[in-house]
């Protein structure tokens, strides 16, 4: 079946760090790829999306490749800030599930001035 | 305002009671989804409506239904609350297809006694 695997956490940087959360995923044919993003207190929000082999999605400075080969589609992001401190979903949907989304467990990221 | 509200934002509630908690949306989407939140383990489907008459059992429908009463509203209910069904409880909007963002509320806690 489709699943997600997330790095564990939580991670703790200090500000200005390079950020890396590795995200890897099974799936059949050619799934959506997503990374979401959750505050303190709040409910989900898109992050970035790609939707297909090779695609790059990018946000607020944080990128996320589709890469096949490796099934996987890691968040980077080259200098974070203290606002970056929140909870980070991968997820997929694919073609068969028509929009429903699979999840990956999450990872806190902690960012230290 | 938000585009997704959910009601009530936070409740407590013995084991045995029925409890409801809503969800509205002013985005004009077709689908719905209920999910439930738990540490370590990311966001799980509950149900999910794809339109007014199309309601769909997720990954953990066990113990709960729901009520699709209009496009813009979408209900969850737990029939007999148990402790195990402590959690937060998002609800989710999309206009499409598996490329689509989803939208989240802010969720709502939920700690049965």
């Known amino acids: 079946g489709n699943s997600v695997t997330q790095m564990e956490g939580p991670v703790t940087l200090s500000e200005e760090a390079f950020l890396t959360i590795n995200c890897t995923y099974t799936?059949?044919?050619?799934?959506?790829l997503f990374w979401y993003v959750q505050y303190p207190g709040e409910g989900l929000q898109l992050l970035l999306k790609?939707?297909?082999?090779?695609d790059k999605g990018s946000n607020k400075g944080f990128e996320a490749t589709y890469r096949k080969e490796t099934t996987s589609f890691h968040l980077e992001k080259g200098s974070v800030q203290v606002s970056d401190s929140a909870v980070y979903f991968c997820?997929?949907?694919?073609?068969?599930?028509?929009?429903?989304?699979?999840f990956g467990q999450g990872t806190t990221l902690q960012v230290k001035p | 305002d938000a585009d997704v509200t959910q009601t009530p934002r936070n409740r407590i509630t013995k084991t045995g009671k029925r409890i409801m908690l809503e969800c509205s949306q002013t985005?004009?989407?077709?689908?719905m989804y209920w999910y439930r939140q738990d540490p370590g383990l990311g966001l799980q489907l509950i149900y999910y409506?794809?339109?007014?008459?199309?309601?769909n059992k997720g990954e953990i429908s066990d113990g709960y239904s729901v009520s699709r009463q209009a496009q813009a509203k979408f209900s969850l209910s737990l029939e007999s609350a148990i402790p195990n069904q402590t959690a937060l409880y998002f609800c989710?909007?999309?206009?499409?297809?598996?490329?689509?963002?989803?939208?989240f509320g802010p969720g709502t806690r939920l700690t049965v006694l």
């Open positions: 989710a909007t999309s206009d499409g297809t598996f490329t689509d963002t989803q939208y």
């Open positions: 799936a059949t044919g050619y799934p959506s």
């Open positions: 790609a939707t297909k082999a090779d």
């Open positions: 997820a997929l949907s694919a073609v068969s599930n028509t929009g429903k989304l699979i």
């Open positions: 985005k004009g989407h077709d689908r």
């Open positions: 409506s794809f339109d007014v008459k199309d309601i």
